[in-house]
Every structure is written in C-alpha cells, then in structure tokens.
C-alpha cells in the first residue's frame, strides 16, 4: 500500500506544477496581446529646452542686420529696443539781405508797373491825360490816393524844371521819389533779443488765410538764423491742427513750442504759460501765434486783447506783428485797421507778395496804421520770409 500512496502523491505534486505553469503561460499570453494593443501607458515629460549652442554652422541663424537682434556672447539672441532716431535740425542761413536775392519773386505786375510809369514819363510832352494815366497806373498798383498825389505832384515839379526825357534820367527820379513814399528812415528791426533778465515777447496777430502760423514758423528760422534762443507759444487754439503745425516748424530748427493738450482750449492761458516757460527756459525770445477766427469779428478782438493782458499780467510786449495778404488790396487795410483798434501793432508783415499783390501796399499800410512794413513773405519755402529792405524793394518795381 506504500508504493501505490506514494505514486498517487508524485501524481498530485506533477498535476499542481502542470497547472501553475500553463496559468504562467497563459498570463504572459494575455499581457502580450494588452501590449501589442497600446494598452501601455506613457508618462509625458514637459519639453526639453532646445540647446543654447549650435555647433553645425549650417544650421545657425545669423540675425538680419537692423532687425534689432543683439549677440551678447555664448550664442544667445536677445532682442533689443531700437533706439530712437535724433531728428535733423536745420541750421537756416541768415536772412540779412535776403530780399535782395529774391526779388525776382516780386509779383511781376509790380515790374509792369515799374516799366508802364517810365513809359509814360520818358515819352516827352505830357499833358493831362498823360498824367492822369500816371494817377492811374499808380492806384492800380494799391498806392492809395494820398501817396498817389505827392507822387504825381513830385513828378511834375521835375519834368517842369528840368524837362528831361531821358529813360534813365526819369528812372532815377521814380526811383528817389518811391524811396521817399516807403520811407527808409523807419526802424524795422523785430524786437527779438532778451530785455535785461527776461526774454522779449513778440504777439503774431491776423485773419486766418494770410498765412500767420507759418509766418511764425518761418520767423522761428529767421531768429535762430542770427543765433536766437527761441520759443514758440501755440495760442490758436481754435483752429484745427494750428498746434501741430506750430509744432512742426518749431521742430525742423530745434525750437521747443509750448501748447495745450487739448482743442480750444483758453488762449490766454496757453499764451501766459508760454511766456513763463521762455522766461524759464532763458529764452532771447518767445514769439505767441494767436487765433484768427471766432465767430465774430468783436469776439476776435476781445479775445485778442484778453491775451495781451493776461501775457502784460507777468511780461511786457515788445512786438504786435500784423500778418496781412499783400493780395487783398483794399481790404487789408480795413482788417489792419481793426486790429490796430484792439492791440497796439508795431510792425507789419506781408505774406505773399510775390503773388499778384501790388507793391503799392507797403505804402499804404504804412501811412494808415504809422508803423514800418518789418518782413514780407515772398514764397512757399521754409526760407521765403524777408526783412524789408525799402531799397531793394523799390529797385524791384522799376526794374
């Protein structure tokens, strides 16, 4: 009975080990099969960063010049802020002289006018009618009835006495008697350097359209021309953008240009701020652009004088510079007339004259108002803007 017990327990024990192995097998079986079913699962990793250096130089990305990329050593691009670019100043020449060399761009009616009088004047035997058309020709030309009768007097008294008819001779007599009516003995200097320990104060007054901004834009490049501390003051605060083109001229000659932030803004406030930022600044001069346009002329001339006082409040005035369209004519007068009412003008600026206004005008302005023809406008060009010069001026008319 032994030997059957004891083969029945080699029986049991290979039965247990045969059935352990086949549940091995049949596991490894199954995870294969999970395995080969992506049952498997995957940890993700963050990113690795990507290598600092390249040493393939095939693969090297060189920064494209002014892309504003800066190699700082070891291979790493830092992009950079470029830097801001200086605007050019302009050094402007000097405007002594200057109408001389553009009197070519005299309006060439005033020539026409020139030639017609000696015409007439050389021709010998004038009577009445010749002398009327000497009248004539010279209110044509915007020389007003007063200036026109001294004129036709003066003539006459000449060709009397000494009965010539030679062109030159009577080109020589037109010459000294136009000289006398625009008055070479009158100051026309601009008050633009410091009066003892502040700056001078220069007011730009007129219509809009006579090209005012601009003038003080261009008289802006005038005084730095002669080595002027300059600022601009943009008290037209009515007018859309007159700040930023004020701004603009300022910024071509290095002048700083004081302004609200805001349209419409009070212009007596802007105007005193602008005075007490020249003073500041230790400025020769500060030169005040008004505004030209309110919706009525007796708004405009209060307002004007609001400005003077308020500006009076810490500083003198030193220059009210009229801008007038030589192209007007008679109506000039009248808008000189009113201003000369509301602000004492001292000194008279004429754009355009190179245009088809008469040369007549700086006569005639000059004898209603009382004060001196200071600068003309003879251009479109930043340096168009002449002092006056009465003998060059006349030499200009009469060719």
């Known amino acids: 009975m032994s030997g059957v017990d004891s083969l029945w327990e080699i029986l049991a024990v290979a039965t247990v080990v045969a059935l352990v192995g086949l549940g091995v097998i049949v596991g490894l079986v199954r995870g294969g099969g999970k395995g080969s079913k992506g049952g498997t699962k995957t940890i993700e990793r963050p990113p690795t960063a990507p290598p600092v250096e390249v040493d393939d130089e095939r693969d090297r990305v060189e920064p494209t010049p002014g892309e504003g990329v800066e190699d700082t050593g070891g291979g790493v691009a830092v992009e950079v802020e470029p830097e801001p670019t200086t605007p050019t100043i302009e050094k402007p020449a000097s405007a002594r002289g200057r109408l001389a060399r553009l ?156 302004r609200s932030p805001r349209e419409g803004a009070d212009p007596a406030s802007v105007a005193f701020d602008a005075v007490k930022s020249a003073a500041e600044y230790e400025a020769d001069v500060v030169i005040v652009d008004t505004a030209g346009r309110l919706h009525n002329k007796a708004g405009l001339m209060d307002e004007l004088s609001k400005v003077k006082r308020v500006i009076e409040k810490q500083s003198p005035i030193d220059e009210v510079l009229l801008v007038l369209d030589a192209t007007t004519g008679q109506n000039g007068m009248r808008q000189a007339e009113v201003f000369g009412e509301a602000v004492n003008i001292t000194g008279i600026v004429l754009s355009k004259l190179d245009g088809t206004a008469k040369g007549g005008i700086v006569v005639n302005v000059q004898r209603r108002l009382g004060v001196p023809v200071k600068l003309v406008g003879l251009g479109e060009g930043p340096d168009d803007l002449a002092p006056f010069d009465p003998a060059a001026f006349v030499d200009a008319i009469i060719g």
Request: proline share 3%.
């Open 103 to 258: 009197r070519a761009r005299l309006a060439r009616s005033n020539n026409a006018i020139g030639n017609a009088l000696l015409s007439l004047l050389s021709s010998g035997g004038l009577d009445e009618q010749s002398w009327e058309d000497v009248e004539d020709t010279l209110l044509q030309a915007d020389l007003g009835v007063e200036a026109t009768d001294e004129l036709v007097s003066a003539l006459r008294t000449r060709v009397k006495v000494d009965g010539a008819t030679d062109p030159e001779v009577v080109k020589g007599w037109l010459r000294e008697e136009l000289l006398t009516l625009v008055d070479p003995d009158m100051d026309r200097r601009v008050a633009a350097s410091r009066v003892g320990d502040r700056p001078a104060v220069i007011l730009v007054v007129g219509v809009n359209g006579t090209g005012k901004t601009t003038t003080v834009g261009k008289l802006a490049r005038v005084l730095v021309a002669e080595d002027k501390d300059v600022v601009l003051g943009a008290a037209d605060t009515f007018r859309a953008a007159a700040a930023d083109q004020l701004q603009t001229w300022g910024e071509r000659v290095g002048v700083p240009t004081v």
